[in-house]
Each structure stands twice: as C-alpha cells, then as structure tokens.
C-alpha cells in the first residue's frame, strides 16, 4: 500500500493521483513521459503542469476535469473565458439545466424585446444581464454533462464503441 501524504491544500493533480492509490513513481510509469521529479514539482505548485502534461494525466487517470480545471484557472487565456466546472451526479445536472432553461424561456419575449432594435438601453441593462447570467448557467451546465460523460466513458461507465457510432450517425 502506497504511503498517504498528510500533506493539507493538495492541489488536483495530487489528489487524482493519490485516488488512484499511486506513489509518484508508479504515476510516472504510467504516464510513462513524466518523471517522478516533475510530477512533485507540480504537485507542490512549485511549476506549472504545460497543456500536454495535463492532457496526458487526465487520460492516463481517467479524470477528464483536470483538463477543465487547468483551462479555468492556470492558462492566461482560460482564466479569461473558461468557467470552472465540476462533475455533479446526472440527475442534479438535468434538474439545473431544466431550471435555467425555464428561466430563460420565460425571459425569450423579454430579450427579443431588448435586441430587436440592436440596442441594450439604459433601461434594458438590469433584465439583459439577468438573461445573459440564465444563458451562462446553461453554458456551465451543459460543460458539467459533457464532464460526466466524459468521465462516465473513461471509467467504462458507458459504452465507447455505442456512444461513438450514436455520435457518428447523428453527426451524418
């Protein structure tokens, strides 16, 4: 049994590495171009993983939000545009994007209103932000689904062969 660091704050990569039950040594042979040296590194935040790293660990882990927690918070340009997002279970994920869809249905005759003239008016500005915060929830929520299905699929969870050919046939 590998020796549990009692380390407190662990960063991501430390914590999907350590769920996994690896040392680092083990870690490194796993993902076989990482040496033990550069995973303490970056566990210990004393460098950044670079996209290939974290691409990598999140294949070879099967953890598919380091990708999304590295855009959010460690790449310049992520940080600016890409929400944090987490894995929530299914049907917590259904019930949010419902809600926010319903918002937003009820706010749609209020936003054609709002753009049809091109325009945001002063006194627009307060229920235009409030649809475009509803807008973002879904946008959030719909990256939480494709998180789920995509550690669902890492995990065996679903089917990769079916969910591909669903894919490739509705993509036709």
């Known amino acids: 049994m590998p020796k549990v660091s009692n380390k407190e704050n662990k960063n991501i990569y430390f914590k999907c590495r350590e769920d996994l039950g690896l040392t680092r040594d083990k870690a490194s042979e796993l993902l076989e171009t990482m040496a033990p040296e550069r995973i303490e590194k970056i566990e210990n935040e004393r460098c950044e993983p670079h996209p ?4 990598l660990m999140a294949e070879k882990y099967k953890a598919p939000e380091l990708c999304n927690y590295y855009c959010a918070n460690q790449c310049p340009i992520g940080q600016q545009y890409v929400p944090e997002v987490k894995i929530d279970n299914l049907s917590s994920i259904v019930l949010k994007m419902i809600s926010s869809l319903n918002s ?22 307060e229920s235009f932000v409030m649809i475009q915060n509803e807008l973002e929830k879904i946008s959030i929520t719909i990256e939480s689904l494709q998180l789920w299905s995509e550690q669902m699929l890492a995990n065996g969870n679903i089917n990769m062969k079916l969910y591909e050919k669903a894919k490739e046939k509705l993509n036709k």
């Open 52 to 55: 290939d790293e974290v691409l």
């Open 104 to 125: 937003v249905q009820e706010g749609q005759r209020k936003l054609i209103d709002i753009t049809a003239d091109g325009h945001i008016q002063d006194d627009e500005i």
